[in-house]
T-cell receptor, first 111, second 114 residues
Framework: EDKVVQSPLSLVVHEGDTVTLNCSYE??????LLWYKQEKKAPTFLFML????IEKKSGRLSSILDKKELFSILNITATQTGDSAIYLC???????????FGQGTTLQVKP | EPEVTQTPSHQVTQMGQEVILRCVPI?????FYWYRQILGQKVEFLVS????????KSEIFDDQFSVERPDGSNFTLKIRSTKLEDSAMYFC????????????FGPGTRLTVT
């Protein structure tokens, strides 16, 4: 059965800290992995990763995929209170690309 | 920037009533999805839709659920006879392609069944 496990489940840091969020997956016919940020409502797209070892970067956020070890990490440097959210990873599956979500990591950044 | 929109933002209904949740996907997207998130739980896939037909559905998507693209822009999810356990946030998503391409989510409809 397909499985996505994120760790830690929750994290409390102070502004300026660096955090690393983990996502491990077991999905047949793996093609890619997506990261989303969920604040009050809808998940907003952050990254799509398809190749191992190639870092994707957007401002203070970066992410990398390891297809051999079946995991991905999301790094956030110099965290700000606006980074407080639930971070979700989700590999698309099958021909339809339906997303299999992990339970998410809840990040709280304190001032 | 194009975005997925959903209406209503909140729907309260009585058990046994029919509800229709509406979505307008991004205009050049071809693949459409419904997901739901029960409070405190994971986001779960319900159904995918392509070329005017369901391409995949989950076990949750039973005969009480149906989807439709009645015109070139709207994409709807109907629940025929709501149950208490249907209370959840329902998200619509769309994608330019399937097979591992990024999906963009609407803001969601919070459905409360009393």
């Amino acid at each position: 059965e397909d499985k996505v496990v994120q760790s830690p489940l929750s994290l409390v840091v102070h502004e300026g800290d660096t955090v690393t969020l983990n996502c491990s997956y077991e999905v047949t016919n793996f093609r890619s992995l997506l990261w989303y940020k969920q604040e009050k409502k809808a998940p907003t797209f952050l990254f799509m990763l398809t190749s191992s070892g190639i870092e994707k970067k957007s401002g203070r956020l970066s992410s990398i995929l390891d297809k051999k070890e079946l995991f991905s990490i999301l790094n956030i440097t110099a965290t700000q209170t606006g980074d407080s959210a639930i971070y979700l990873c989700a590999p698309p599956k099958g021909n339809t690309g339906k997303l299999i979500f992990g339970q998410g990591t809840t990040l709280q950044v304190k001032p | 920037e194009p975005e997925v929109t959903q209406t209503p933002s909140h729907q309260v209904t009585q058990m046994g009533q029919e509800v229709i949740l509406r979505c307008v996907p991004i205009s050049n997207h071809l693949y459409f999805y419904w997901y739901r998130q029960i409070l405190g739980q994971k986001v779960e896939f319900l159904v995918s839709f392509y070329n005017n037909e369901i391409s995949e559905k989950s076990e949750i998507f039973d005969d009480q659920f149906s989807v439709e693209r009645p015109d070139g822009s709207n994409f709807t999810l109907k629940i025929r006879s709501t149950k208490l356990e249907d209370s959840a946030m329902y998200f619509c998503a769309s994608s330019e392609r399937s097979r591992g391409y990024e999906q963009y989510f609407g803001p969601g409809t919070r459905l409360t069944v009393t």
